[in-house]
């Protein structure tokens, strides 16, 4: 009997936590992402019959979708989507048994379908830069490389001590004046395709109530801060820590290439909540247009752990005569 698919419902989640045990990816271990940390997560996600999830993703503004592929009367991949204005494709995970039969395929199909009955421009995902195979079957669905992002890791503590300066650093809470700030930095930072395709990082500076109560549902925590240096705002850093993760995470630094100096007293304060929260590494995800925020982690003795490939695929022809730039796969 053939696989089928269908939209997930409560009833699947003890199957989908076994798949988990046998399915999660391997780079999700480098993430410090365990089988039992995710179960964990998805668990908190979909307690209740998943009605705090999806009162909070719709008061979020978010759309979201879970498929399972079924055979045999047994839940055997899953894939899911979600986004506000773009929709991103992830959690694809397939039984070692039931591979190489086209469900991954299937799965992404469906989703494909689905978001472009959404009415969203776009779609994107990440594939790993050494998953050949992966990067071909996307590009045969019309997927373009939009740029390359690398995730690296140093064991805490990362200082032993704050960093001098010649100026004062001063730190505060990122204020809703703030706000202007945040997109003109974004703007003057990231490339032309990031900001056409993901969300402002302007909401993860100034969350809402409604995000911050979805933190809370999924048992998650923030350290958000704005630095001043010599009378003037130089940038903005963000650290989280998730349940069932062993390891922190800061977000890529909102600082310009000409403020890179005073980086390291920013990171020290972000990684000393993390040391305050037992955490025992700390990541972070840095994009190919970045180049001298790479070589600086690099040359401080970051390790390299993974580079993702994130693409994008058009679905409306206005999104792709508006894109700006992308690379060839």
């Not at 999660?24 to 480098?30: G, K, T």
């Not at 759309?63 to 899953?78: I, K, P, S």
């Not at 909401?203 to 925590?221: C, E, I, V």
């Not at 990684?271 to 401080?300: F, M, N």
Request: net charge positive; with cysteine.
């Amino acid at each position: 009997m053939r696989f089928h698919l269908r939209p997930l419902r409560t009833s699947d989640v003890p199957a989908i936590l076994e798949l988990i045990k046998v399915s999660l990816a391997e780079e999700s271990a480098v993430e410090g992402i365990t089988a039992e940390g995710f179960a964990a997560q998805i668990q908190l996600l979909t307690r209740g019959r998943m009605l705090p999830m999806k009162t909070l993703t719709a008061l979020l503004g978010i759309q979201w979708e879970v498929w399972v592929a079924e055979q045999d009367g047994r839940v055997v991949g899953c894939g899911a989507f979600s986004g506000r204005k773009r929709a991103d494709l992830h959690t694809l995970m397939v039984a070692p048994a039931y591979r190489r039969q086209g469900i991954g395929q299937a799965l992404l199909q469906k989703r494909l379908e689905r978001i472009a009955a959404r009415g969203y421009p776009c779609t994107t995902v990440a594939a790993l830069d050494t998953n050949v195979a992966s990067l071909g079957n996307l590009a045969k669905q019309n997927f373009e490389v939009a740029y390359h992002y690398t995730l690296y890791e140093h064991p805490l503590p990362l200082f032993a001590a704050c960093p001098k300066l010649d100026h004062q650093l001063i730190s505060r809470p990122v204020r809703r004046s703030d706000k202007g700030l945040i997109a003109a930095l974004e703007q003057s930072i990231s490339s032309p395709i990031k900001l056409q395709i993901s969300d402002s990082v302007v909401a993860g500076y100034l969350p809402s109530l409604w995000s911050d109560l979805f933190d809370r549902l999924q048992k998650a925590g923030s350290w958000v801060q704005a630095f001043e240096y010599g009378g003037r705002v130089v940038g903005f850093l963000a650290a989280s820590i998730a349940h069932g993760q062993e390891k922190g995470f800061i977000s890529t630094p909102l600082v310009a290439d000409a403020d890179l100096h005073v980086l390291d007293a920013m990171m020290y304060q972000a990684t000393t909540w993390l040391v305050q929260h037992k955490k025992s590494a700390v990541q972070i995800g840095l994009p190919d247009y970045r180049p001298l925020l790479q070589q600086k982690v690099e040359t401080e003795g970051w390790a390299r752990c993974l580079t993702w490939v994130y693409l994008v695929k058009w679905l409306k022809p206005l999104a792709q005569s508006l894109r700006k730039k992308s690379v060839q796969i």
